[in-house]
């Protein structure tokens, strides 16, 4: 009997085995030296860059008297700084529950998540509403670049530093997307075991209306002609050395435009909703950022999610099909549809009588456990 092939299977078994060990002890060691090195009660900041937050009130909202409120930073995997807003309620003790929270997709947190944020801690939770990478005050170059991937990361991020502050309780963290980030809290929650619960609100998939166009209307032909376009925009941009923006909400406003773009319009580009930094309301995102969404489906693991998701949407919201096709892929008698009667998409950015924030309350009440 020859028995030199199993000798070796064995021996490139225990090969494998010794070099698995390795490098499981390399990272353990290595994830205990980045923990200790950017413990957020530790002096040393190494991968954070010093960001110029401005420290004025320049929401879209008024301030509550309720809370407490401060610019805080911190870094992601990628070595990016995230800007974001803390929220903390007032007269209260002891290690709290939090929320991170961000979107809608092209906004920052000046606008509906900060109103989310706010609101949610004058209900007791600690809450930060940041802004996503590459935009906002938060770091990366270039500027105005998506991705499903990092901006996955960027909700983990916020757990990570919510996870490491004195005052939160670290079993009792949850998230919260709007809108596109409604689709990357998701996606987050699919991975992040750390997250106890989650409530996304006129969700958008970005990657399935990216690849698919709204409603699902384009066809192979029109995904390549697209990929065409943005490939052929990758060489204009390397030449300029620079990358062209998609413009933001159209304005002025074509007299044949859909409702949503109406809607949006309203929120964007006007008083009711316009600031200085968001991308929807001045120039928007990069051109080439489609190519990234366009090639992933975000939403394929949310199935596994075990803990408790709330999704909310509007009844006459243009985005309907997005929140209720993801609740239809979700397992588990711990998730929640709630239809909001009568309202759109942008409805569920600000309106704050038609916003369910006591229904939110509860449900991080009662799942952040």
Not at 285 to 313: C, D, F, Q
Not at 355 to 367: L, R, V
């Amino acid at each position: 009997m020859n028995f030199q092939p199993k000798l070796k299977e064995v021996e490139m078994k225990n090969m494998v085995k010794n070099i698995c060990a390795a490098m499981v002890i390399s990272l353990c060691a290595a994830g205990h030296l980045s923990a200790t090195e950017n413990n957020p009660n530790n002096d040393n900041k190494f991968m954070e860059e010093n960001l110029n937050l401005t420290q004025e009130w320049d929401k879209t909202f008024p301030q509550s008297d309720k809370v407490d409120h401060k610019k805080i930073t911190f870094h992601n995997r990628y070595g990016i700084t995230l800007a974001a807003d803390l929220y903390v309620p007032k007269n209260v003790t002891g290690k709290l529950p939090a929320i991170a929270i961000s979107g809608p997709f092209g906004a920052v947190k000046e606008q509906a998540s900060g109103l989310y944020a706010q609101t949610l801690a004058e209900r007791g939770f600690l809450t930060i509403a940041f802004d996503p990478s590459y935009t906002g005050e938060s770091s990366g170059q270039p500027r105005y670049v998506a991705s499903p991937d990092i901006n996955t990361e960027d909700f983990s991020a916020a757990v990570d530093y919510l996870s490491t502050r004195d005052d939160v309780d670290a079993e009792r963290i949850g998230i919260l997307g709007i809108c596109g980030w409604g689709g990357m809290a998701l996606n987050a929650a699919a991975i992040d075991t750390r997250v106890k619960a989650t409530v996304v609100s006129t969700m958008y998939d970005m990657t399935r209306v990216t690849a698919n166009g709204y409603f699902d209307a384009m066809d192979e032909d029109a995904r390549y002609k697209m990929r065409e376009e943005l490939n052929a925009q990758r060489i204009i941009d390397f030449k300029q050395g620079d990358y062209a923006r998609v413009g933001g909400v159209v304005d002025p406003l074509p007299e044949d435009a859909p409702q949503f773009v109406k809607d949006y319009h309203v929120y964007y580009k006007t008083d009711r909703g316009y600031h200085v930094r968001s991308l929807n309301s001045n120039d928007g995102w990069n051109r080439t950022s489609g190519l990234s969404l366009m090639n992933a489906k975000l939403l394929h693991y949310i199935p596994e999610i075990r803990h408790a998701v709330l999704v909310i949407h509007g009844e006459k919201a243009h985005s309907r099909y997005f929140g209720e096709d993801a609740f239809n892929e979700l397992k588990g008698d711990n998730k929640e549809l709630m239809i909001i009667p009568e309202a759109s998409h942008t409805d569920l950015y600000d309106q704050t009588d038609i916003i369910p924030f006591e229904k939110m309350a509860t449900f991080f009440e009662e799942n952040l456990v």
